[in-house]
């Protein structure tokens, strides 16, 4: 889970496995947003899933949302070094004061 | 895809001097947001920018900071006097309308104050 008070959580695995990222919210959201954040550059969006959606595929990646116990995930498919890259959920409330609040983040590793 | 600038990408800077920090968002996009990461921890949330007004600020968007952008230049980030908690990577993010939408994060601002 990317809320609470845990720290940046950290995963590794080879190249070719599947992996899944959670994240749990405490707050109404109308959107959960994926970035990845590579070293030393700013987040990119990967995924953007909305409350009225339970599941979102992009490629090799796929998002879910339950809106009713607050938590989303990312699994990502046959993982690729380039994968490698901290992984953050935003919610976001929506609205005209549109603000993202961020996870902790999972920091994946994937290796060859 | 868009892009969003920042500069410089690091500034030290000793504590009680002023600093700006300068964005160039992407073209048509109105709405403009600061966020502070300190190295390890979360992004957060400092403050949000619409048709010219401070829509929302957080609790660390300090009595020291203010955000402006004049005559759809650079939307900038101006702290004054910094403090030696102000040391973080500040991104600019942008957005072409508000919530529920993609922000576009640029690459960052790394401030050191010493």
């Known amino acids: 889970s990317q809320w609470g008070e845990e720290n940046l959580q950290a995963l590794s695995i080879q190249e070719g496995e599947d992996v899944t990222m959670n994240c749990s919210y405490k707050?109404?959201?109308?959107?959960v947003h994926w970035y990845r954040q590579d070293s030393g550059r700013g987040p990119a969006l990967i995924i953007l899933?909305?409350?009225?959606?339970r599941e979102k595929r992009s490629g090799r990646l796929r998002a879910t949302l339950d809106t009713s116990s607050q938590s989303s995930s990312l699994s990502i498919t046959a993982a690729q070094c380039e994968d490698t890259a901290v992984y953050f959920c935003a919610t976001d409330a929506g609205g005209s004061n549109a603000k993202l609040t961020f996870g902790k983040g999972t920091k994946l590793s994937v290796k060859s | 895809g868009p892009k969003v600038l920042q500069i410089p990408s690091h500034q030290i800077i000793d504590m009680g001097q002023m600093v700006t920090l300068n964005c160039d968002p992407v073209?048509?996009?109105?709405?403009f947001y600061w966020y502070k990461q300190i190295l390890g921890q979360q992004m957060e949330f400092l403050v949000n920018?619409?048709?010219?007004?401070?829509?929302?600020k957080s609790k660390l968007f300090k009595d020291q900071f203010s955000v402006e952008r004049p005559d759809g230049s650079y939307f900038t980030l101006k702290i004054q006097p910094t403090a030696l908690e102000d040391s973080a990577v500040y991104f600019c993010?942008?957005?072409?309308?508000?919530?529920?939408?993609?922000?576009?994060f640029g690459p960052g601002t790394r401030l050191t104050v010493l």
């Open positions: 920018f619409y048709n010219g007004k401070v829509m929302e």
């Open positions: 707050t109404y959201t109308t959107v």
């Open positions: 993010a942008s957005s072409l309308t508000g919530g529920g939408y993609e922000q576009y």
């Open positions: 073209s048509n996009h109105l709405y």
């Open positions: 899933i909305r409350s009225n959606e």
